[in-house]
């Protein structure tokens, strides 16, 4: 599934679908699954007892009503915490999720996932693993990170597929960092057919993040990614179906 032509591009909805629903919280990837979208990206940190959840900063202050590090509170504390109201009083009394109530959402729907490693410590990596496997996920799956030790770690111990990125966004770059990806994720800002180009001659398929509207996608499409991390799905999913890039 993961294997596509450059006439069939993929359409993730990043920490579900960002722009229309609270992010990382099950409402959001509940919609970015209505939507149509081929895979879903979320991002995981570990709780200070040792629970996998999703949420992107390394504070919850910004999508919840409360403050401080996740790592600094238990899941039970964590899962209080009103993880909606910030972005819509509509979706308040949404909660952080476990990475294992999304693997559980997902498992039986034809969705590809991108895990992002927020939590750049090699349990967490092993953790996560640990649990794509119990579900059967690992072949549907991604393991990304900024930091490249991470992604390297997890391409060598466990052999799965890896997300990096240009070198200029890593933490960690070494000599040997492109050779662990499968892909790399390129920002709108710096996207052009020039550098994925360079990535696709190193047998990496290059992605995109995030083309929310008729211009981003167009950008895209000439760049020659083949695959769009979005906020809002919606126009590169329109798009895509009427020029049948997109299966």
């Known amino acids: 599934m993961w294997d596509q032509s450059v006439k069939n591009i993929l359409v993730f909805g990043h920490r579900g679908a960002k722009a229309l629903y609270p992010e990382n919280t099950m409402v959001s990837f509940r919609g970015a699954i209505d939507l149509g979208v081929d895979g879903l990206e979320t991002d995981v940190w570990m709780t200070r007892d040792g629970h996998l959840v999703l949420i992107h900063d390394a504070t919850v202050d910004r999508t919840t009503d409360g403050t401080g590090a996740v790592v600094g509170y238990t899941l039970d504390e964590l899962q209080r915490l009103d993880a909606g109201g910030n972005f819509s009083e509509e979706y308040a009394g949404a909660r952080i999720p476990t990475l294992a109530n999304f693997l559980a959402l997902v498992k039986d729907r034809n969705l590809l996932l991108n895990i992002e490693i927020k939590d750049c410590r090699a349990?967490?990596?092993?953790?996560?693993?640990?649990?794509?496997?119990?579900?059967?996920?690992?072949?549907?799956?991604?393991?990304?990170?900024?930091?490249?030790?991470?992604?390297?770690?997890?391409?060598?111990?466990?052999?799965?597929?890896?997300?990096?990125?240009?070198?200029?966004?890593?933490?960690?770059?070494?000599?040997?960092?492109?050779?662990?990806?499968?892909?790399?994720?390129?920002?709108?800002?710096?996207?052009?057919?020039?550098?994925?180009?360079?990535?696709?001659?190193?047998?990496?398929?290059?992605?995109?993040?995030?083309?929310?509207?008729?211009?981003?996608?167009?950008?895209?499409?000439?760049?020659?990614?083949?695959?769009?991390?979005?906020?809002?799905?919606?126009?590169?999913?329109?798009?895509?179906?009427?020029?049948?890039l997109r299966r």
Not at 152 to 167: D, E, I, N, S
Not at 169 to 186: K, M, P, V
Request: some cysteine; glycine content about 4%.
């Open 123 to 244: 349990c967490v990596v092993d953790k996560v693993i640990a649990l794509l496997r119990e579900y059967g996920l690992t072949q549907r799956s991604v393991i990304t990170c900024f930091d490249a030790n991470m992604t390297t770690y997890a391409h060598q111990t466990y052999a799965v597929k890896t997300q990096g990125f240009p070198a200029s966004y890593l933490r960690n770059f070494a000599e040997d960092t492109y050779s662990h990806y499968y892909s790399a994720g390129i920002n709108m800002r710096d996207l052009s057919r020039e550098l994925c180009d360079f990535f696709r001659s190193r047998n990496i398929d290059p992605w995109c993040y995030c083309p929310d509207d008729e211009a981003g996608v167009y950008k895209m499409i000439e760049s020659g990614a083949t695959l769009a991390t979005c906020n809002n799905p919606i126009p590169a999913l329109r798009i895509l179906k009427e020029k049948k």
